[in-house]
Protein backbone atom coordinates (compact mmCIF):
# COMPACT_ATOMS: atom_id res chain seq x y z
CA UNK A 1 0.00 0.00 0.00
CA UNK A 2 1.45 3.04 -0.65
CA UNK A 3 -0.42 6.22 0.50
CA UNK A 4 2.42 8.94 -0.58
CA UNK A 5 0.32 10.48 -3.38
CA UNK A 6 2.81 12.24 -5.27
CA UNK A 7 5.51 9.69 -5.90
CA UNK A 8 2.09 7.89 -7.33
CA UNK A 9 1.62 10.33 -10.22
CA UNK A 10 4.54 10.41 -12.64
CA UNK A 11 4.91 12.17 -16.15
CA UNK A 12 6.89 10.30 -19.20
CA UNK A 13 7.48 11.25 -22.99
CA UNK A 14 6.61 7.96 -24.84
CA UNK A 15 4.35 6.19 -27.17
CA UNK A 16 1.95 4.91 -24.64
CA UNK A 17 1.67 1.73 -26.88
CA UNK A 18 5.31 0.57 -25.86
CA UNK A 19 4.59 0.59 -21.80
CA UNK A 20 4.22 -2.21 -19.95
CA UNK A 21 1.62 -1.37 -17.37
CA UNK A 22 -1.68 -3.30 -16.09
CA UNK A 23 -3.83 -0.76 -18.22
CA UNK A 24 -3.26 1.97 -20.84
CA UNK A 25 -6.15 4.41 -21.25
CA UNK A 26 -7.35 4.98 -24.99
CA UNK A 27 -8.69 7.99 -26.34
CA UNK A 28 -11.32 6.28 -28.37
CA UNK A 29 -14.19 7.78 -30.19
CA UNK A 30 -17.82 6.71 -29.56
CA UNK A 31 -18.01 3.88 -32.59
CA UNK A 32 -14.64 1.84 -30.38
CA UNK A 33 -14.15 0.86 -33.72
CA UNK A 34 -10.64 2.45 -34.21
CA UNK A 35 -9.26 6.01 -35.34
CA UNK A 36 -6.02 7.90 -35.82
CA UNK A 37 -3.74 9.34 -33.58
CA UNK A 38 -3.47 7.27 -30.14
CA UNK A 39 -6.10 5.62 -30.93
CA UNK A 40 -5.26 4.46 -34.15
CA UNK A 41 -1.55 3.13 -32.55
CA UNK A 42 -3.18 1.10 -30.13
CA UNK A 43 -5.17 -1.06 -32.46
CA UNK A 44 -2.73 -1.65 -34.91
CA UNK A 45 0.02 -2.14 -31.44
CA UNK A 46 -2.64 -4.68 -29.76
CA UNK A 47 -3.34 -6.52 -32.97
CA UNK A 48 -6.98 -7.18 -35.24
CA UNK A 49 -8.23 -9.12 -31.79
CA UNK A 50 -8.69 -5.72 -30.40
CA UNK A 51 -11.00 -4.14 -32.91
CA UNK A 52 -13.11 -7.32 -32.63
CA UNK A 53 -13.41 -7.22 -28.60
CA UNK A 54 -14.29 -3.50 -29.11
CA UNK A 55 -16.76 -4.75 -31.76
CA UNK A 56 -18.61 -6.67 -28.89
CA UNK A 57 -18.89 -3.94 -26.93
CA UNK A 58 -21.11 -2.10 -29.31
CA UNK A 59 -19.69 1.79 -28.53
CA UNK A 60 -19.55 4.28 -25.78
CA UNK A 61 -20.53 7.61 -24.56
CA UNK A 62 -18.54 10.33 -24.79
CA UNK A 63 -17.16 10.56 -20.81
CA UNK A 64 -18.01 6.75 -20.26
CA UNK A 65 -14.72 4.03 -20.69
CA UNK A 66 -14.81 0.28 -21.27
CA UNK A 67 -12.00 -2.03 -20.97
CA UNK A 68 -10.27 -4.72 -23.26
CA UNK A 69 -7.45 -7.02 -22.86
CA UNK A 70 -3.80 -5.48 -24.28
CA UNK A 71 -3.62 -8.69 -26.70
CA UNK A 72 -0.29 -7.73 -28.52
CA UNK A 73 0.21 -5.17 -26.05
CA UNK A 74 2.64 -5.23 -23.40
CA UNK A 75 0.54 -3.86 -21.08
CA UNK A 76 -2.14 -6.24 -20.21
CA UNK A 77 -5.70 -3.81 -20.51
CA UNK A 78 -7.03 -1.27 -22.61
CA UNK A 79 -9.28 0.86 -20.80
CA UNK A 80 -11.26 2.74 -23.92
CA UNK A 81 -12.78 6.09 -23.23
CA UNK A 82 -14.22 8.84 -24.96
CA UNK A 83 -12.93 12.44 -24.48
CA UNK A 84 -15.20 15.76 -25.46
CA UNK A 85 -14.82 17.72 -28.88
CA UNK A 86 -13.72 20.96 -27.87
CA UNK A 87 -16.01 23.14 -28.70
CA UNK A 88 -15.21 26.22 -26.63
CA UNK A 89 -15.91 25.52 -23.35
CA UNK A 90 -19.62 25.95 -22.64
CA UNK A 91 -20.73 22.51 -23.62
CA UNK A 92 -20.32 20.78 -20.83
CA UNK A 93 -16.39 19.77 -21.75
CA UNK A 94 -14.39 19.83 -18.70
CA UNK A 95 -17.35 17.70 -17.29
CA UNK A 96 -16.91 15.06 -19.40
CA UNK A 97 -13.67 15.53 -19.64
CA UNK A 98 -13.30 14.91 -15.88
CA UNK A 99 -16.06 12.19 -16.16
CA UNK A 100 -13.28 10.25 -18.65
CA UNK A 101 -10.51 10.09 -15.68
CA UNK A 102 -12.90 9.11 -12.99
CA UNK A 103 -14.76 6.25 -14.84
CA UNK A 104 -11.47 5.43 -16.20
CA UNK A 105 -9.91 5.06 -12.86
CA UNK A 106 -13.09 3.48 -11.38
CA UNK A 107 -12.86 0.58 -14.00
CA UNK A 108 -8.61 -0.30 -13.33
CA UNK A 109 -10.45 -0.56 -9.52
CA UNK A 110 -12.76 -3.25 -10.66
CA UNK A 111 -9.95 -4.92 -12.44
CA UNK A 112 -7.17 -4.47 -9.54
CA UNK A 113 -5.50 -2.52 -12.03
CA UNK A 114 -1.79 -1.03 -10.01
CA UNK A 115 -0.40 0.52 -12.44
CA UNK A 116 -2.09 2.74 -15.47
CA UNK A 117 -1.41 5.11 -18.15
CA UNK A 118 -3.37 8.35 -19.56
CA UNK A 119 -2.53 9.84 -22.11
CA UNK A 120 -3.50 13.60 -23.01
CA UNK A 121 -7.52 12.42 -23.64
CA UNK A 122 -8.90 14.93 -26.50
CA UNK A 123 -6.00 17.37 -26.65
CA UNK A 124 -5.20 15.93 -30.38
CA UNK A 125 -8.29 15.37 -33.01
CA UNK A 126 -10.55 16.59 -30.38
CA UNK A 127 -8.64 20.07 -30.19
CA UNK A 128 -9.55 20.02 -26.14
CA UNK A 129 -7.11 22.98 -25.03
CA UNK A 130 -3.66 21.48 -23.19
CA UNK A 131 -3.11 22.70 -20.05
CA UNK A 132 -6.45 22.77 -19.43
CA UNK A 133 -7.08 19.39 -20.49
CA UNK A 134 -3.85 18.32 -18.24
CA UNK A 135 -5.18 20.25 -15.28
CA UNK A 136 -8.32 18.59 -15.22
CA UNK A 137 -6.27 15.25 -15.72
CA UNK A 138 -4.17 15.94 -12.60
CA UNK A 139 -7.33 17.34 -9.99
CA UNK A 140 -8.99 13.91 -11.10
CA UNK A 141 -5.92 11.52 -10.37
CA UNK A 142 -4.68 13.18 -7.19
CA UNK A 143 -8.72 13.38 -6.07
CA UNK A 144 -9.12 9.09 -7.23
CA UNK A 145 -5.88 8.24 -4.78
CA UNK A 146 -6.86 10.03 -2.01
CA UNK A 147 -9.45 7.84 -1.57
CA UNK A 148 -7.35 4.11 -2.59
CA UNK A 149 -4.83 2.46 -1.53
CA UNK A 150 -4.12 -0.19 -4.25
CA UNK A 151 -3.00 1.78 -7.42
CA UNK A 152 0.43 2.20 -7.31
CA UNK A 153 1.49 4.20 -10.40
CA UNK A 154 -0.47 6.56 -12.10
CA UNK A 155 1.78 7.99 -15.75
CA UNK A 156 1.07 10.46 -17.63
CA UNK A 157 2.05 9.54 -20.66
CA UNK A 158 3.27 12.65 -23.35
CA UNK A 159 3.81 12.11 -27.02
CA UNK A 160 6.11 15.54 -26.63
CA UNK A 161 8.36 17.12 -24.41
CA UNK A 162 6.06 20.22 -24.04
CA UNK A 163 2.76 18.45 -23.53
CA UNK A 164 5.39 16.74 -20.37
CA UNK A 165 6.18 20.24 -19.23
CA UNK A 166 2.71 21.13 -18.78
CA UNK A 167 1.85 18.23 -16.84
CA UNK A 168 5.05 18.53 -14.54
CA UNK A 169 4.31 22.19 -14.24
CA UNK A 170 0.64 21.73 -12.88
CA UNK A 171 2.14 18.42 -10.75
CA UNK A 172 4.90 20.74 -9.37
CA UNK A 173 2.19 23.44 -8.15
CA UNK A 174 0.23 21.42 -6.20
CA UNK A 175 -3.20 22.24 -7.39
N1 LIG B 1 1.26 7.66 -27.29
C1 LIG B 1 0.94 8.65 -26.42
N2 LIG B 1 0.25 9.74 -26.78
C2 LIG B 1 -0.12 9.85 -28.07
C3 LIG B 1 0.17 8.86 -29.04
C4 LIG B 1 0.89 7.73 -28.61
N3 LIG B 1 1.22 6.73 -29.44
N4 LIG B 1 -0.35 9.27 -30.23
C5 LIG B 1 -0.94 10.47 -30.02
N5 LIG B 1 -0.79 10.82 -28.73
P1 LIG B 1 -5.71 12.01 -30.11
P2 LIG B 1 -8.32 12.87 -29.04
C6 LIG B 1 -1.30 12.01 -28.03
O1 LIG B 1 -5.92 12.80 -31.35
O2 LIG B 1 -7.93 14.30 -29.16
C7 LIG B 1 -8.91 9.39 -32.83
O3 LIG B 1 -9.08 9.36 -34.22
C8 LIG B 1 -1.57 13.25 -28.85
O4 LIG B 1 -0.37 13.99 -29.05
O5 LIG B 1 -5.13 10.66 -30.23
O6 LIG B 1 -8.97 12.40 -27.77
C9 LIG B 1 -10.06 8.71 -32.08
O7 LIG B 1 -10.57 7.62 -32.80
C10 LIG B 1 -2.54 13.99 -27.97
O8 LIG B 1 -1.85 14.73 -26.95
O9 LIG B 1 -7.11 11.84 -29.29
C11 LIG B 1 -11.06 9.82 -31.97
O10 LIG B 1 -11.84 9.94 -33.14
C12 LIG B 1 -3.32 12.86 -27.26
O11 LIG B 1 -2.57 11.67 -27.51
C13 LIG B 1 -10.22 11.05 -31.80
O12 LIG B 1 -8.96 10.75 -32.42
C14 LIG B 1 -4.74 12.68 -27.74
O13 LIG B 1 -4.81 12.90 -29.14
C15 LIG B 1 -9.94 11.37 -30.35
O14 LIG B 1 -9.28 12.58 -30.26
Redesign the pocket.
Known amino acids: MNTNNSSRVTTKE ?4 TLKLDAIVN ?3 ETLL ?9 HSAAGPELLESCKKIGGCLTGEARITPGFRLPSRFVIHTV ?1 PVWHGGNDSEPELLASCYRNSLALARQHQVRSIGF ?10 P ?1 KEAARIAVREVKHFLENDSELETVQF ?4 KT ?1 REIYQEILEQGI
Open positions: ADITAANGGGGVDGAIGPSISTGVYRYKVCFSD
